[in-house]
């Protein structure tokens, strides 16, 4: 069982910037296809960025591209989403996800571990 754990979250003001911060508990996370998604308050939960364990290949949402990043860190125990040019219709609970599969997926049914979320706060 992979136990996932964000961190960084938080308040900042729109245009500001935050880096949220994704591991696993005793384990590399190289092994596994990294996401990040979103949800906001009365709506769904949607896809933010990926990362693929064949290739590192990242993958966005379109409203995203350009101004966040996904990344692993060299030893791959962490997966990180920066985030820039941050929006208040940013604002949302943001899970990281993995799975097993060599390439991510946008679609969340693709993904086997969640973590508990961490609050970001966009304020205009």
């Known amino acids: 069982q992979v136990q996932l754990e964000e961190s960084g979250g938080g308040l900042v003001q729109a245009g500001g910037s935050l880096r949220l911060s994704c591991a696993a508990s005793?384990?590399?996370?190289?092994?596994?296809?990294m996401g990040w998604f979103r949800q906001a308050p009365g709506k769904e939960r949607e896809f933010v960025a990926a990362?693929?364990?064949?290739?590192?290949?990242?993958y966005y949402r379109d409203s995203v591209n350009g101004r966040f990043t996904i990344s692993r860190d060299n030893a791959k125990i962490a997966v990180y989403l920066q985030m820039n040019s941050l929006l208040p219709e940013d604002t949302a609970v943001y899970y990281c996800?993995?799975?097993?599969?060599?390439?991510?997926?946008?679609?969340?049914?693709?993904?086997?571990?969640w973590g508990q979320g961490t609050q970001v706060t966009v304020s205009s």
């Open positions: 990362i693929s364990r064949s290739d590192d290949r990242t």
């Open positions: 996800t993995g799975t097993s599969d060599l390439r991510a997926s946008p679609s969340q049914y693709e993904y086997g571990y």
């Open positions: 005793g384990r590399t996370l190289s092994m596994y296809s």
